[in-house]
């Protein structure tokens, strides 16, 4: 069956340190991927898209990479602040009507 | 540029009511999207439409949900009758078209608890 995972549920990060969330997949072949922010009370924010012919894709102290091969895209926090404290999703197209499926979320916590 | 506007922001009802939302997406957006959310889960697909047509509404339980998007704007989403486990919030995404890769933009979501 098909499944988005992301690594942990949680993940405590010192300030200034890079955050690292990982999102993996199964019997998915996405053309592009996306990653999403979300904080407590409020819908997702749209943060990133990646396509399936990129290997990485960068905005400020945001990077995601994207392995096909591996199955997996990593979102990269550089110089954590406690202000990037929330919730991250990843989404996958499915391939028709830009449909996308999200994975349950990492809650991150950057650490003062 | 005005965002996503959902109402209610909460509403609590008894399981067996029905409940009824409301969404006006971004002005010129043409697909929008209706989301479940449960605790600690990622949002849910219920509905999309593109303009005022249906593009997929296969998790849309049926039997009770119903969605509709008169004149290709504004959309509503109700719930008759209401379970226990329909407790979530439902949050409205719009994007500007279908296929174009375009990042989709939340309202800030109607949280349901039913009991």
């Known amino acids: 069956s098909q499944k988005i995972e992301q690594n942990s549920e949680a993940l405590n990060i010192q300030e200034g340190k890079t955050a690292t969330l990982t999102c993996n997949y199964t019997n998915y072949s996405p053309a592009y991927l996306q990653w999403y922010r979300q904080d407590p009370g409020r819908g997702p924010v749209f943060l990133l898209l990646?396509?399936?012919?990129?290997k990485e894709k960068r905005k400020e102290r945001l990077k995601v990479t994207f392995d096909t091969t591996l199955k997996q895209s990593l979102f990269h926090i550089t110089a954590s602040q406690p202000a990037d404290s929330a919730t991250y999703l990843c989404a996958l197209d499915v391939g028709r009507d830009d449909k996308i499926i999200f994975g349950k979320g990492t809650r991150l916590h950057i650490l003062p | 540029e005005a965002g996503v506007a959902q109402s209610p922001r909460y509403k609590i009802i008894e399981k067996r009511q029905s409940v009824a939302f409301w969404c006006n997406p971004i002005?010129?957006?043409?697909?929008l999207y209706w989301y479940q959310q449960i605790l600690g889960q990622g949002p849910k697909l219920l509905i999309q439409?593109?303009?005022?047509?249906?593009?997929?509404d296969s998790q849309l339980p049926k039997d009770r949900f119903s969605a509709e998007r008169l004149k290709g704007v504004d959309s509503t989403l109700k719930i008759q009758p209401a379970k226990l486990e329909d407790s979530a919030v439902y949050l409205c995404?719009?994007?500007?078209?279908?296929?174009?890769?375009?990042?989709?933009?939340f309202g800030p979501g109607t949280r349901l608890t039913v009991l």
């Open positions: 995404a719009s994007s500007l078209r279908v296929s174009s890769y375009n990042e989709q933009f």
């Open positions: 439409f593109q303009n005022n047509g249906v593009v997929d």
């Open positions: 002005s010129g957006h043409a697909t």
């Open positions: 990646i396509r399936e012919n990129e």
